[in-house]
């Protein structure tokens, strides 16, 4: 069983930045094949894509949206990943998820694809 814990949300104004961290522990301690995403969810809507980052090698995919503004890395020595913020929109407020797709193929940009999910963690965004 692999436990995903995203931590880093706030409330930030418009035009800041937040880092989001997700850590992984649990029985498996190797994500050498795996892809590790981060979603969000604004009430009433569907979960929807943000980034991607395949563990190794290191190759990322971002939405549209945020393309430009946010950015998807990961620490391998500890098993960790982040979304770095930038230039935050009141649209971009949402519940931000962790999430894992184990031995995945890339790329991988649908939540259903995904076999393991953090708990989220909120980002609100004032203007």
């Known amino acids: 069983q692999v436990q995903l814990v995203e931590s880093g949300g706030g409330l930030v104004q418009a035009g800041g930045s937040l880092r989001l961290s997700c850590a992984a522990s649990?029985?498996?301690?190797?994500?050498?094949?795996?892809?590790m995403g981060w979603f969000r969810q604004a009430p009433g809507t569907e979960r929807g894509f943000v980034a991607a980052?395949?563990?190794?090698?290191?190759?990322?995919d971002y939405a549209d949206s945020v393309k430009g503004r946010f950015t998807i890395s990961r620490d391998n020595a500890k098993n960790t990943v982040y979304l770095q913020m930038n230039s935050l929109k009141p649209d971009d407020t949402a519940v931000y998820y962790c999430?894992?797709?184990?031995?995945?193929?890339?790329?991988?940009?649908?939540?259903?694809?995904?076999?393991?999910w953090g708990q989220g963690t909120q980002v609100t965004v004032s203007s």
């Open positions: 999430a894992a797709h184990v031995r995945g193929i890339w790329p991988r940009r649908g939540w259903y694809e995904y076999d393991y």
């Open positions: 649990g029985r498996r301690r190797t994500f050498s094949n795996d892809v």
């Open positions: 980052v395949r563990w190794n090698p290191g190759t990322t």
